[in-house]
């Protein structure tokens, strides 16, 4: 669900970038507080995990479209909200930055569709809800399945508001939203079952990190060193190898596009602002669509495919894309974890200039 600037006015865009870049300082000032040793560490590992995970595009049938994870839930039921969306943030901008996976001017409204709605609203007003302070395997499924499906809901919504207030003709309200809202149904049932996996397997094998995020408690102290060095192997080989077996039928916001509008892509505009940051991204973009630039895949994220690519479409470009996006999301979530830490200890420390550690 990934937008382009070809859907959004520069009014839109930067509005979005205002109120996404609020939100991320907010998150950032309650962050502080509860950082910690542990952490910072397993936020860089997930925020890994989500940008190799959304990498596999699942079909959904029947439909010739397909989809993938956000991560929003997984993220906020594992780290709480406010690390979530500095996590999801880090992912977005790494993949807008680096790989032209949705654009730079529409980044803002990217953050607040894949990030604000599911850790600010379907994470605490559902997922919570559901779970009500008592983790059993049924209450994780049906609180992920619901708490994804109104994230995704929500999030696909604010898409046609996005481009609907944004004058964009060729996607008229009505035909938009009735594409957008069923499809990503379809794909919100499938992450939420995703989520409810990934939770459930982090619930047997570390309940302590479900305890700190989940129900706000201390933990157990325990080192989660071979948790992360776990999760870290998944991710390497989700991004190297599994990324190979995604579907290559347009994600559900593509898919979505091409029977609202009869096209796949619609044109950007020549000049102004989102021409000035498109030629940015093509300056950063060194892995366009997850592969080298003088690769010719078949079309897969961002361009509609006639027909589905035979799996495994076993290509080195994607592979390497996915280990390089990996290590650049978990370096950029550490350091930005690691700024908020130094800058909570340097605040402590003026308060309490006699304290040493």
Same mark, same amino acid.
């Given at each position: ?248 039928? $347009? &994600? ?8 609202? @509008? +009869?096209?796949?892509?619609? *044109?950007? !505009? /020549? ?16 892995? $366009? &669509? ?8 078949? @079309? +897969?994220?961002?361009?509609? *495919?006639? !027909? /589905? ?49």
């Amino acid at each position: 669900m990934h937008m382009a600037d070809a859907l959004i006015s520069p009014a839109v865009g930067a509005t979005m970038w205002a109120a996404a870049g609020g939100l991320i300082v907010y998150s950032a000032h309650r962050l502080k507080a509860e950082l910690d040793e542990r952490k910072v560490p397993l936020m860089g590992v997930l925020g890994a995990f989500v940008f190799a995970a959304q990498m596999i595009n699942f079909t959904i049938p029947a439909t010739g479209s397909s989809g993938h994870i956000g991560g929003g839930i997984i993220l906020s039921i594992l780290l709480g909200p406010d690390a979530a969306l500095i996590t999801i943030a880090s992912i977005l901008t790494v993949q807008a930055l680096f790989f032209a996976d949705g654009g730079l001017l529409a980044l803002g409204c990217n953050i607040i569709n894949i990030g604000f709605f599911p850790c600010f609203v379907a994470y605490p007003l559902i997922f919570r809800k559901i779970v009500d302070d008592r983790l059993t395997r049924g209450r994780i499924l049906a609180g992920s399945v619901a708490s994804v499906v109104v994230g995704l809901q929500l999030g696909a919504l604010a898409v046609v508001l996005e481009t609907v207030g944004s004058g964009i003709s060729e996607l008229p309200f009505k035909a938009f939203v009735l594409l957008m809202q069923p499809i990503h149904l379809a794909i919100g049932c499938v992450e939420g079952l995703i989520t409810s996996a990934v939770v459930s397997f982090v619930w047997k094998a570390r309940p302590e990190i479900l305890e700190m995020a989940t129900l706000a408690g201390p933990g157990t102290g325990r080192s989660t060193k071979k948790f992360l060095a776990s999760l870290a192997a998944v991710t390497i080989l989700l991004a190297g190898f599994l990324s190979w077996f995604a579907s290559s039928r $347009p &994600d559900g916001l593509e898919w979505s596009i091409e029977r609202a @509008a +009869g096209k796949s892509e619609l *044109a950007e !505009a /020549p000049h102004g602002l989102a021409a000035a940051l498109g030629r940015v991204q093509n300056m950063t973009a060194f892995l $366009p &669509d997850y592969d080298f630039r003088q690769s010719q895949k078949p @079309a +897969g994220r961002g361009v509609a *495919a006639a !027909a /589905p690519a035979a799996a495994p479409a076993v290509n080195v470009g994607t592979s390497v894309a996915g280990l390089v996006g990996t290590a650049l999301t978990l370096g950029l979530v550490a350091l930005v974890s690691v700024i908020l830490k130094t800058r909570t200890q340097d605040r402590a420390a003026r308060q309490n200039p006699f304290a040493r550690s």
